[in-house]
């Protein structure tokens, strides 16, 4: 049935957001309340799977019988995820990722400076770790990508599904402030080879369970 459509498998989520160092009491973060990743843990775990759910920072409670590894950044995220990818059947990557980091964390808090108007952060590229799993030749789980998009929301996400290798990405239209980013509902569109499927807005739990079945369906070996 449907409610066991994972039983057997283990699955790797990631979910909520990065916070990168800027020296001791600041970072540079996004949004991402968990919300979706969680959601997603939940009903993986009660479709039957094994569940590790790699969590940035976020304010949210463990899904029961969910393994959960706490992380900061986008590095602590890749080891996390490379580890725990190593014996998995799916990985689908619901974390907002930052995409730069400060180039240096500075050891002390950075000073103002006395009549200094204007500051520059310099950046450096994070490692992509949704790419990074779907690259390998060896152990190479089904792999789903996320994509928050503010515009032309299913061209971006072909172009990531295409570009990072993935099985199924999932697009999310983040421009409107009830779906996406730390609401309760979204509206996604299911995006693979083949096919594109449009599921319309409801809460993240219901999503979840939806998005869960069809990742199930087309991991089947
Ligand atoms: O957490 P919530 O408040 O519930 O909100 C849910 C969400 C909107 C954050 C979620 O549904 C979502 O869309 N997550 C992906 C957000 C994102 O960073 O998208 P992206 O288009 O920048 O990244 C594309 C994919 O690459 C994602 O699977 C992302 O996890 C992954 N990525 C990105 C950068 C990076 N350095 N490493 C990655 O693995």
Redesign the pocket.
């Known amino acids: 049935g449907s409610s066991d459509c994972l039983r057997g498998k283990s699955v790797v989520i ?4 990065t916070r990168e160092a800027l020296d001791p009491v600041r970072y540079l973060s ?8 969680f ?1 997603l843990a939940e009903a993986a775990q009660r479709a039957g799977a094994q569940v590790t759910l790699i969590a940035g920072p ?1 304010n949210l409670a463990t899904p029961a019988q969910v393994k959960r590894v706490d992380v900061v950044d ?1 590095r602590d995220m ?1 080891a996390a995820a490379e580890r725990a990818a190593d014996l998995c059947d799916i990985f689908i ?7 730069f980091r400060p180039a240096t964390m500075a050891e002390q808090k950075i000073k103002k400076r006395e009549g200094c108007d204007e500051s520059a952060i310099a950046l450096v590229k ?7 799993i779907a690259a390998r030749s060896q152990r190479r789980p089904f792999t789903v ?5 503010t515009q032309q929301v299913e061209h ?1 996400a072909q172009d ?1 599904l295409q570009r ?1 290798n993935l099985d199924m ?2 697009a ?1 239209d ?1 421009s409107s402030t009830n779906s ?4 309760d509902r ?1 509206a ?1 569109t299911v995006i693979d080879r083949h096919s594109s499927t449009h599921l319309p807005q409801a809460l ?1 739990a219901d999503l979840a369970r939806q998005l869960i079945e069809i990742i199930a369906a087309k991991a089947q070996p």
Request: charged share 15%; hydrophobic share 45%.
């Open positions: 990631t979910a909520g957001p996004n949004h991402s309340s968990g919300k979706m990743g959601a976020v986008a890749r990557g619901a974390a907002a990722v930052a995409d994070n490692p992509d770790i949704v790419a990074g990508g996320f994509a928050a998009e971006y990531k990072k990405i999932i999310n983040v996406g980013f730390n609401s979204n996604v993240k």
